[in-house]
Each structure stands twice: as C-alpha cells, then as structure tokens.
C-alpha cells in the first residue's frame, strides 16, 4: 500500500510542511502538538496547488499511500491517502499521533474503544463522523481506534501528517482490531 512519491513537491506543500515543523518542533505533548499541526493542516486544505497531479492517483486493488514529507529527524511525515470508491482501512490504531483533513470527496470514520469483558477487553463503535472537504480532526494514542472508507461515488483524498517516520516503519498502524460481532 505504500507508494513513495519523490519530488518535485509545490511551493503549497513546502508551505505546509514548514507549519507543521515550526509545530513540531515547539515539543509540546502529543495532544497539543497534534492540535497545533490541525490548525496548519486545515488552512492548506482548500489549495488546488497542494498536491501534484501524481500525488492525486488511486489504485484500483486499495487506497494508496504517497509519503510526501518525511523529516530529516523523523518527528514527522506528511502522507496523502487516495481512496476510491469503496475502499476502507481495517480498524486500527497508531503508532503516534495524527492529524488528518480531507483534500477531496468525503471520508466516513468510524470510532472505537476498548471495553473491559471478563479477563479480556472488547471493541465497542462509538460514533461514525463523516469528514468533508477542509474537515479536520487529530487525536494521540490511546483512543484511536478507527476504521476510515470512502464515503463518495468518486475519488477521496486525505492527508495525514503522523508523530513518526513512516517511511521508516511502512505505515503508522501500531494495531489491527477484529471487527465488533455486530460488524463482523
């Protein structure tokens, strides 16, 4: 699923990319930085110009990961998701916190958390959010539990800006969840 995109990158994307580092590097905890880089992330969403045009492909088999930005120091990667129609991530959760807005089309999320069930625990949905064009939301371990599709009959883009190198690591999933048994 991962799909190295190397540059040329846009002057928009160096943009983005400079926010998020002056960001990261403040070295705030998880929560505020991943509120700090919503506020960078969400005012570059509406730019036509952000991403390139190979940026923007899809693949027919799954959703496709463009790893865009990687820090030198691995603080944090900027990763374009291109979700046609139907396709969907397991339900997982990650390895950092993350920050994700919708470039283009519409993304269904849906929430989980562990519960307490005798020796063990059990995932339980909490709520479906559906995240439109400029919607942004971040959130840092733990209670991030989540299973993302393409919510439109067209094209879905996101971007994702992780607390990690995932050039390195191949992807910010820390762990996959069997569905519910009501969803199952």
Same mark, same amino acid.
């Given at each position: 699923?991962?799909?190295?995109?190397?540059?040329?990158?846009?002057?928009? $994307?160096? $943009?983005?990319?400079?926010?998020?580092?002056?960001?990261?590097?403040?070295?705030?905890?998880?929560?505020?930085?991943?509120?700090?880089?919503?506020?960078? $992330?969400?005012?570059?969403?509406?730019?036509?110009?952000?991403?390139?045009?190979?940026?923007?492909?899809?693949?027919?088999?799954?959703?496709?990961?463009?790893? =865009?930005?990687?820090?030198?120091?691995?603080?944090?990667?900027?990763?374009? =998701?291109?979700? $046609?129609?139907?396709?969907?991530?397991?339900?997982?959760?990650?390895?950092?916190?993350?920050?994700?807005?919708?470039?283009?089309?519409?993304?269904?999320?849906?929430?989980?958390?562990?519960?307490?069930?005798?020796?063990?625990?059990?995932?339980?949905?909490?709520?479906?959010?559906?995240?439109?064009?400029?919607?942004?939301?971040?959130?840092?371990?733990?209670?991030?539990?989540?299973?993302?599709?393409?919510?439109?009959?067209?094209?879905?883009?996101?971007?994702?800006?992780?607390?990690?190198?995932?050039?390195?690591?191949?992807?910010?999933?820390?762990?996959?969840?069997?569905?519910?048994?009501?969803?199952?």
């Amino acid at each position: 699923m991962t799909t190295p995109t190397a540059p040329p990158t846009t002057a928009r $994307l160096d $943009l983005l990319v400079g926010d998020v580092r002056e960001a990261v590097g403040r070295g705030l905890p998880a929560g505020e930085t991943a509120s700090l880089v919503s506020r960078c $992330l969400a005012a570059h969403l509406h730019d036509p110009g952000l991403l390139t045009a190979g940026q923007r492909e899809g693949d027919p088999d799954h959703y496709r990961q463009h790893i =865009l930005h990687v820090e030198d120091d691995g603080s944090f990667s900027v990763v374009a =998701l291109v979700w $046609l129609p139907g396709q969907r991530t397991t339900i997982h959760d990650h390895v950092s916190w993350c920050v994700t807005g919708v470039y283009e089309g519409t993304e269904s999320e849906r929430r989980y958390r562990l519960v307490p069930d005798g020796d063990g625990t059990r995932l339980v949905a909490t709520e479906t959010v559906v995240n439109r064009v400029g919607d942004v939301c971040g959130f840092a371990p733990p209670g991030d539990i989540h299973l993302v599709r393409n919510a439109c009959s067209s094209t879905a883009i996101s971007l994702h800006i992780y607390g990690a190198d995932v050039a390195r690591l191949g992807s910010s999933v820390r762990r996959v969840y069997e569905p519910p048994a009501d969803e199952a």
